[in-house]
């Protein structure tokens, strides 16, 4: 990362300065000897104006001269007055160096493009970066479950839900769909095989009742005596 090494002792936006005095009588004719104050930090003692303040010159001379001056750019009395800071290189050539708005009497340095997207972008940058910290603060990894997510207040909030019974999902569309194309894919790589088993004629019902005709007779044939148990006879001695 890229850092900006500002001197601070040569950087203005971070100051105001003010003359309790001149602020009931602040108008726009007086306001350049307002800005031209020696307790004023803004003010550039090598410039024009300080010299057409010498000789005792009017404002008109400073587009005759070349060098650093200051200027009423705009005036909305009685509060606000904008002065400009700007390199005269010829009666029609001027290049802008500084603005400076006084607001109630209060001077500031107006920050130029650069400064606002310098800023703007360091606030951004350190905004996403503390985002990223607190974040990576909330992530947990472990070898056997990954990564997740544990937050500070997980824990109170489970437990302060009361404990209901999990409803099993019914399964989506998406996976329907998926496990139908599954199956088809097996079934094309792997067709079934059918096999026809033969059945035996059946008997005719004119013989079946002719073989229990047959049976009949012989199951009601009557059995054969039988003989008596033989007679004990006695022992001789």
Known sequence: MCWLLI??????????????????????????????ERSNPFYDRTCNNEVVKMQRLTLDHLNQMVGVEYVLLHAQEPILYIIRKQQRQSPTQAIPLA????????????????????????????????????AMSYCRYHPSKGYWWHFKDQEEREKAKPKT????????????????????????????????VKKEPEPAPEAVKQEEREAAPKSSAPAPPSKPPPEKRARLQ
């Open 7 to 36: 001197d601070f002792a040569d950087n203005l936006l971070g100051i105001s300065w003010v003359d309790s005095g001149w602020v009931p009588i602040l108008n726009h004719g007086n306001v350049l000897d307002y800005f031209s």
């Open 99 to 134: 603005d400076y708005y006084i607001i109630a009497g209060v001077v500031y340095q107006a920050p130029d493009l650069g400064t606002v997207i310098s800023s703007r972008v360091l606030s951004a940058v350190h905004g996403i970066q503390s985002a990223f910290d607190e």
């Open 165 to 196: 019974k999990k409803k099993e999902e019914p399964s989506s569309l998406f996976q329907r769909q998926r496990v139908d194309t599954l199956l088809l894919d097996l079934r094309s790589k792997f067709p079934p095989t059918f096999y026809q």
